[in-house]
């Protein structure tokens, strides 16, 4: 079963836009991370943010976490075309299970 | 250091022959999952291993379907009587452990696996 559902799809925008993917989750969490995939292969971890904390940043991303909402953002400021690839999140319940993965977003930045 | 690899990178096999893929965690790393990545589609858990724990192989297709670790370090999933569906990219990635900053995953860069 997946956790993680990401919105919308795909996405296309403009180099020096930004981008923004959301994703909502079933069931309690205890961390939500986002991952970057380029070409269909290896996955890139971006960020991890923890189920008490509501915003974190690193570099041009910003994530939210509305666990009220079980839902989460990842925010993409001023987009480079080196930014598309497909962006997935992962969310772990509560306790010893396994990190499971939403179906992605694909965005493409287009110079 | 060195990253999470996996062998072989590529694999054609034809259908009903059995295959294995090797995964390589990072050194010291304690948790092992394995997925599945169907063309464009997202990641399908298959497995996970997690120390000395029993494995969690609540993701497993088929019975045709294993996945062994042995001495908590190289993993191995096997794919017995391959069918055409099976064909995907198999995807391995390892942490340090679980829960918080732990779970952050290393992935290898995949087995492409076609089954003709």
């Known amino acids: 079963s997946q956790q993680g559902e990401e919105d919308p799809q795909a996405l296309s925008i403009q180099e020096g836009e930004n981008a923004t993917m959301n994703c909502s989750y079933k069931t309690s969490i205890n961390n939500l991370q986002w991952y970057r995939q380029n070409s269909g292969r290896g996955l890139v971890h971006l960020i991890l943010i923890r189920s008490n904390e509501r915003e974190k940043h690193s570099g041009r991303l910003r994530v939210t976490l509305d666990t009220s909402k079980k839902s989460s953002s990842l925010l993409i400021t001023a987009s480079r075309a080196a930014d598309t690839a497909s962006y997935f999140c992962a969310g772990r319940s509560s306790g010893n299970t396994p990190l499971v993965f939403g179906k992605g977003t694909r965005l493409s930045v287009i110079a | 250091g060195a990253g999470v690899s996996q062998s072989p990178s590529n694999k054609v096999t034809e259908k009903g022959k059995d295959v294995e893929l090797r995964c390589d965690p990072i050194s010291g790393h304690t948790a092992l999952y394995w997925y599945r990545q169907s063309l464009g589609q997202g990641l399908e858990f298959l497995i996970y291993?997690?120390?000395?724990?029993?494995p969690d192989k609540s993701g497993l297709p088929s019975d045709r379907f294993s996945a062994e670790r042995t001495g908590g370090s190289v993993s191995t999933l096997t794919i017995q009587r391959t069918q055409q569906e099976d064909s995907a990219v198999y995807l391995c990635?390892?942490?340090?452990?679980w829960g918080g900053g732990a779970d952050t995953q290393y992935f290898g860069p995949g087995t492409r696996l076609t089954v003709l």
């Open positions: 990635a390892s942490s340090p452990g």
């Open positions: 291993f997690q120390g000395n724990s029993a």
